[in-house]
């Protein structure tokens, strides 16, 4: 299959002042800072192939202390085409997402969307009052209602109280209660680390989920010099409180707020110095409890809205399929096409998290980690992956209890080129220099506009994963996972980009890779 590079701008390779940079010079460039002598790369030429260029890099001084997965593939047909320390079971971090999206897109279609309802139980008399409950019931959406990392969700909730209002509902003799049957498993990935609680990447998953499962919290300064900082945060809900301990400093004073959440409730202490007359800081902390979190801040719209409940905002099992309820409205999700460009073009955790818990749902009627990591397995057989180069053990590779090979990672994606979904995954994947994870890298070299990966980085980890294109347009898929600590210090992702530059630049120069 060919592809067709997207170009800033609509510039082609080499046209006018944006000429790539060749990576060799890059590369020279980098060795010499780094202390080491530049490699003899030379001009590319057939009798060089990539294996050879590539085991010349992974030499040198500057990967010391780094071990290194690398496997490139022609997609069509499917040859090898150059691999160093492929079948090495590294921590891939992110890299996992490309798993669960591709699975997920294969196995429940693009057109798939997520459905979260409002229903209604008891009986509604002549005189505006519901003899019952006002009832959400999940259906693991992720993106529910509407907004997306930071947005503030209210919009949907507002409609819905117009609704329930039309129905004649002026009061709830019960409450606003929030179910929780789509999922089953525990609300954060095995192997997390305890002490990323309260920060958005880490956030808790539920069947319920609002805003990200997040609040937005702002920091500003006091009036004078020694006042405390003012501090606030939105959805404004009783549901998290903020213990504003912050100190304004005078003008001129470098600011060092710190905005975290106590482990397991929802108490959000700003601590530190904020200057006189700045403006505000904030930050966006994650909530314990979604679905809580999510019955609370409707109940508190249908107070504004005129709609009086009377009991408090409860987390419930079972009432979403009991038979005795009324449905109100219901939201749907965009199509799964859409939403798993927040999965690999933004990494986020929380969409593949409950992807992962939905291929469970729907494939095996049981919403949890171990039913998803299931038929992400079985897909990964199929592709042709032993199961000993795939240890998965969450949805999003926030856990280090993952690891993979490059040689898997290939596989997987070089089997997802034949599948008749590939275009939309290949649309989800961050575009180099464009957008995405990768937006401010390979700036000005051959892969910008050329190259789509999903990259995945934690402490010691580096990866990048995806798809190049050579002179004739056929796919080249590659997967590079770096783990370890430089012996100089320096950035894995710096050694990521060469690599993969490496690759990129050489299928762009010899035409095609599969050649060699």
């Avoid at 010391?64 to 691999?83: H, K, L, M, W, Y």
């Avoid at 209002?165 to 498993?185: A, C, N, P």
Wanted: aromatic content about 6%.
């Amino acid at each position: 299959m060919a592809i067709s590079p997207v170009r800033p701008g609509g510039a082609g390779p080499g046209s006018g002042p944006g000429r790539p940079v060749p990576v060799s010079l890059v590369l020279a460039a980098m060795l010499i800072s780094a202390g080491c002598s530049p490699l003899p790369i030379g001009e590319r030429t057939p009798e060089i192939t990539l294996q050879d260029r590539l085991e010349m890099l992974v030499e040198d001084p500057v990967f010391r202390g780094v071990q290194v997965g690398i496997s490139v593939r022609a997609a069509d047909p499917p040859t090898v085409v150059a691999e160093v320390g492929a079948d090495r079971m590294l921590t891939p971090a992110s890299t996992v997402k490309l798993f669960t999206s591709g699975t997920a897109l294969t196995r429940l279609g693009s057109s798939y969307a997520f459905v979260t309802r409002l229903v209604h139980t008891g009986r509604l008399d002549e005189h505006g009052v519901l003899h019952g409950d006002l009832v959400l019931v999940g259906g693991g959406d992720p993106s529910f209602p509407g907004g997306n990392s930071g947005g503030l969700g209210l919009d949907l909730y507002e409609v819905w109280v117009d609704m329930v209002r039309t129905l004649g509902v002026l009061r709830v003799e019960g409450q606003v209660v929030g179910t929780d049957d789509f999922f089953e498993d525990r609300p954060l990935g095995p192997g997390w680390c305890w002490d990323d609680q309260g920060f958005p990447f880490s956030a808790e998953l539920a069947s319920l989920n609002f805003n990200d499962n997040c609040v937005r919290v702002f920091v500003g300064p006091g009036a004078k010099v020694g006042d405390p900082g003012r501090a606030w945060f939105w959805p404004r809900t009783r549901y998290v409180t903020v213990d504003a301990r912050a100190r304004t400093v005078e003008a001129g004073e470098p600011d060092s707020v710190v905005i975290r959440r106590s482990v397991c409730e929802n108490l959000i202490l700003c601590e530190g110095t904020v200057e006189l007359g700045a403006q505000a800081v904030s930050e966006r902390i994650a909530v314990s409890d979604p679905v809580l979190y999510t019955a609370t801040v409707f109940d508190e719209v249908l107070r504004a809205g005129g709609v009086d409940v009377r009991g408090a905002p409860a987390k419930r099992s079972g009432l979403g399929s009991a038979p005795d309820t009324t449905w109100v409205t219901e939201h749907i999700s965009p199509p799964l096409r859409e939403m798993i460009k927040k999965v690999n073009k933004e990494s986020d955790n929380l969409y593949a998290e409950a992807l992962l818990r939905t291929l469970g749902r729907e494939l095996r009627d049981q919403g949890s980690v171990e039913a998803g990591l299931m038929a992400v397995r079985q897909f990964a057989a199929a592709c042709g992956i032993d199961s000993t180069a795939l240890v998965l053990v969450d949805g999003s590779g926030l856990s280090r209890l993952n690891a993979l090979s490059a040689d898997a990672v290939t596989r997987f994606l070089s089997c997802l080129a034949a599948h008749e979904q590939f275009w939309d995954f290949y649309q989800s994947l961050a575009i180099a220099g464009v957008d995405g994870t990768l937006e401010s890298r390979f700036l000005g070299a051959e892969a910008q506009g050329v190259l789509r990966g999903k990259s995945g980085s934690m402490n010691g980890v580096s990866c990048l994963s995806g798809y190049a294109v050579d002179r004739r347009g056929d796919q080249i898929v590659f997967s590079i996972l770096l783990n370890g600590y430089r012996a100089d210090g320096g950035s894995l992702t710096d050694l990521v980009d060469l690599l993969a530059a490496e690759v990129s630049e050489s299928a762009a120069e010899v035409g095609s890779l599969s050649a060699q």
